[in-house]
């Protein structure tokens, strides 16, 4: 078992990026680990590109995430932690591959029409292409599991779309009835974690925790001390009725679902469990004890972070070191792609 999975280096990790992935990732290193499997963890810098984007800001971005990932808990000695810009196969890969994908696969793609608004021609190339980098992220690998939350299996679809016709056009055998010939690429299956926390703003019970708000108030950042964590879930919003006793209570406020299912997560209880300690009790009393919750929790991450931060030798290292394993592992698919191409290498 091979899981591979990614994330873009813009901006500081916040509540719902831990909480929806990076502890996942920690369980799963955890959990792989002790079954001889392998996890990849990458910094998805290729995919920052595809929007307008300040390179020292990336440059900057790129260490600081690195720096949150191991206070999170992701462990380089362990796992392969690296970043895509140090492997170029990615960017060979995906070249490789736009000769299979197809424009209306393409245009298929949701998360280009919701990128590009209502200004699609003046998007870039690399916004529109980017799901083809995806794909060459994990077929690169032969990863046979990806994490993916549900605004990302559509992705992880074309990319098992890519690597099926791929392997139907250029492998010779592959495509017979009853075939056992392997193909250059795995087939990756989805990990969707059953107990993902869907992380909502703190300003808009609606709309999900995201770093792109401009608003610092609507999320918890993993970098934010115990002072703006308190301040922050104070001035959460919600409504003047207390919690109720049963999660049906719930339905139809959205602020008050978020805040209970945060403290769920956090807890490692059941959104069931937390009514059962605050139903009955009004905000006032139940927005302390959250902010405790959180500081308990996110404080020694934080302590992790801010040391590791002002290490840039040692971030650059982690890099390094993870980049070297991912060219090696990297190199006989994309030798094995180039082959089966026809395309002839010194």
């Given amino acids: 078992m091979r899981i591979v999975s990614g994330i873009q280096p813009t901006g500081n990790l916040h509540l719902g990026n831990y909480l929806g992935a990076i502890r996942n990732w920690v369980r799963m290193q955890d959990d792989i680990e002790s079954h001889g499997g392998q996890c990849l963890f990458f910094l998805a810098d290729l995919h920052a590109i595809s929007m307008p984007h300040d390179p020292a800001q990336l440059t900057a971005s790129t260490l600081e995430m690195v720096a949150a990932l191991v206070a999170c808990g ?3 000695d362990r796992s392969i932690l690296f970043n895509q810009a140090q492997v170029p196969a990615h960017a060979e890969l995906q070249w490789l591959l736009t000769g299979t994908a197809r424009m209306g696969w393409l245009n298929r793609m949701t998360q280009f029409k ?9 998007a870039s190339i690399a916004l529109f292409t980017y799901p083809v980098l995806q794909a060459a992220d994990v077929l690169l690998y032969q990863a046979t ?11 992880l679809e074309l990319a098992r779309d890519i690597a099926q016709k791929f392997n139907n056009d250029f492998v010779p055998g592959y495509a017979d009835e009853n075939s056992e010939v392997p193909g250059v690429f ?4 989805p990990i969707i974690p059953p107990d993902a926390a869907r992380i909502m703003s703190l300003r808009n019970g609606s709309a999900k925790m995201s770093k792109s708000d401009p608003s610092e108030m609507s999320r918890i950042d993993l970098i934010d001390d ?3 964590i308190m301040k922050k879930i104070k001035k959460a919003k919600t409504d003047p009725e207390p919690l109720p006793s049963e999660e049906k209570g719930l339905e139809g406020r959205a602020e008050a679902q978020n805040l ?7 807890s490692e209880t059941t959104v069931a469990g937390v009514l059962a300690e605050f139903g009955g009790e009004g905000f006032g009393k139940f927005k302390p004890a959250l902010g405790e919750l959180l500081v308990e929790k996110l404080s020694p991450i934080n302590a ?9 030798e040692s971030l650059d290292a982690i890099l390094a070191k993870g980049a070297l394993k991912a060219r090696e592992l990297a190199r006989p698919t994309l030798a094995a792609a180039y082959d089966a191409l026809g395309l002839v290498r010194g």
């Fill in 226 to 228: 115990a002072d703006t």
């Fill in 74 to 76: 992701v462990d380089p």
């Fill in 186 to 189: 795995t087939l990756p299956d």
């Fill in 114 to 122: 919701d990128k590009a608004g209502k200004h699609r021609e003046g």
């Fill in 260 to 266: 209970v299912g945060i403290y769920a997560a956090m």
């Fill in 304 to 312: 992790r972070f801010v040391e590791l931060k002002q290490d840039r």
């Fill in 145 to 155: 599991h990806v994490p993916v939350g549900e605004d990302q299996k559509q992705h």
